[in-house]
């Protein structure tokens, strides 16, 4: 089964992008308008995010990002056997204060949000980075695909640990200097463990883990924008958010983080994945003393 999934998907990874991308629409069309894939988390999402904006401009950001999601799995796709020429026109990224940390010897933290196209940035940092490049990833359910997705992000050098596996094995990847990429907007699995804080709207909880690492290993934390300029063109920004992780108090790296995320959603509202559900737990009184945020609750459901 494997090799007629990677087969196929090698060849069609060998169409020019302007034939890609006419499929990409085709995936549209039919993924928005007929199959309606998710669109009730997506525009819950954005009520809750931008309770100002109109409907026609929710909308209009909805389209985008379903546009966006297309175009990102095609791109992935295309990843198969894109040339180095090929691949360098798509995307650019400046690292060197990355890279000036790393050759003080420290340990990076890349922090990221659920935006589009991780996986060109995961290729783009595990390339020009000097020291090991950690992703950590969630495994996929069907063995065949997960294991070509596997290779496929492994290609660069990223030495990949699944969610699953990574409470195990950090001790063992994380003992000499590395750098990590983080998407810390994911959910976590148990929201009483978890930071609360508002995240836009309504009371949210983050991952605690990002936070603590910076603070026990003294890391440096770079947030990476991810800005698509249009398709087949994308803008990596990076901005250090702490060179010295231990400094930082706890909780202070979250709320850090939610404010730089929340500006650059507002920025490129379309390049979110609106169709994971940030808001899939409610605050709780007993969570009260896991609330790391200045401001009170926001809309905390009674």
Do not use: C
Request: a positive charge.
């Amino acid at each position: 089964m494997y090799y007629i999934i990677y087969g196929l998907l090698y060849l069609i990874s060998l169409l020019p992008f302007f034939i890609l991308y006419r499929i990409s629409d085709l995936a549209f069309t039919v993924i928005y308008y007929f199959i309606g894939y998710r669109k009730k988390v997506v525009f819950n999402n954005l009520d809750i995010a931008f309770p100002e904006k109109t409907k026609e401009e929710k909308i209009k950001i909805a389209k985008g990002f379903y546009r966006n999601f297309t175009d990102t799995f095609i791109e992935t796709i295309k990843l198969l056997s894109i040339s180095k020429k090929s691949f360098s026109k798509m995307a650019e990224i400046n690292l060197d204060e990355a890279i000036r940390l790393a050759n003080k010897g420290k340990s990076i933290q890349f922090h990221a949000g659920h935006q589009f196209n991780w996986e060109l940035a995961n290729w783009m940092i595990a390339e020009k980075m000097p020291i090991p490049f950690v992703g950590v990833y969630m495994k996929i359910n069907n063995k065949a695909i997960n294991k070509i997705f596997y290779d496929l992000r492994a290609k660069k050098g990223t030495v990949l640990v699944s969610v699953q596996e990574f409470k195990n094995k950090m001790h063992q990847l994380l003992n000499k200097q590395y750098s990590i990429g983080l998407a810390a907007d994911q959910n976590p699995g148990v929201p009483s463990n978890a930071y609360w804080l508002n995240f836009f709207n309504r009371p949210a909880p983050f991952v605690t883990g990002p936070d603590k690492a910076a603070i026990k290993n003294n890391t440096a934390v770079i947030f990476v924008r991810l800005i698509k300029i249009k398709r087949g063109k994308y803008k990596f920004e990076t901005t250090v958010l702490s060179e010295e992780g231990s400094a930082l108090k706890e909780g202070e790296l979250t709320l850090i983080y939610r404010d730089v995320l929340e500006e650059t959603i507002r920025n490129h509202p379309d390049n979110y994945l609106w169709s994971h559900r940030r808001w899939k737990w409610d605050f709780q009184n007993d969570y009260e003393s896991r609330w790391i945020d200045k401001q009170p609750p926001q809309f905390i459901k009674k």
